[in-house]
Nanobody, 124 residues
Framework: QVQLVESGGGLVQPGGSLRLSCAAS????????MSWLRQAPGKGPEWVSV????????SYADSVRGRFTISRDNAKKTVYLQMNSLKPEDTAVYYC????WGAGTPVIEDYEYWGQGTQVTVSS
């Protein structure tokens, strides 16, 4: 059974940091690109970042570049999103998603697997 389980979300003040984790099981994690997407209240989904299979290549949305860092540990079957200098506009439900070619789309159904999401709220 395929599972992607996100964790690490919560409430943080503007300028603060959070580290999201996504633990995978039930598929060959090391052969999949891993992405983070988010959906803010009342807004459409947004693609955030992607990392390739060995972690050697990453890409970011303009809105988070320089503040967020994606990484992965294939031995632990886990992908991470380190989020620094958080802003209120980063408030959203964050999802991790897996596919074999790095779709880079904001539509979660374009991915093969995805998790249930974790809430991130940036507020003072």
């Amino acid at each position: 059974q395929v599972q992607l389980v996100e964790s690490g979300g919560g409430l943080v003040q503007p300028g603060g940091s959070l580290r999201l984790s996504c633990a995978a099981s039930g598929f060959t994690f090391s052969t999949y690109y891993m992405s983070w997407l988010r959906q803010a209240p009342g807004k459409g989904p947004e693609w955030v970042s992607v990392i390739n299979t060995d972690g050697g290549s990453t890409s970011y949305a303009d809105s988070v570049r320089g503040r967020f860092t994606i990484s992965r540990d294939n031995a632990k079957k886990t992908v991470y999103l380190q989020m620094n200098s958080l802003k209120p506009e980063d408030t959203a439900v964050y999802y991790c998603a897996a596919d074999e070619w790095g779709a880079g789309t904001p539509v979660i159904e374009d991915y093969e697997y995805w998790g249930q999401g974790t809430q991130v709220t940036v507020s003072s």
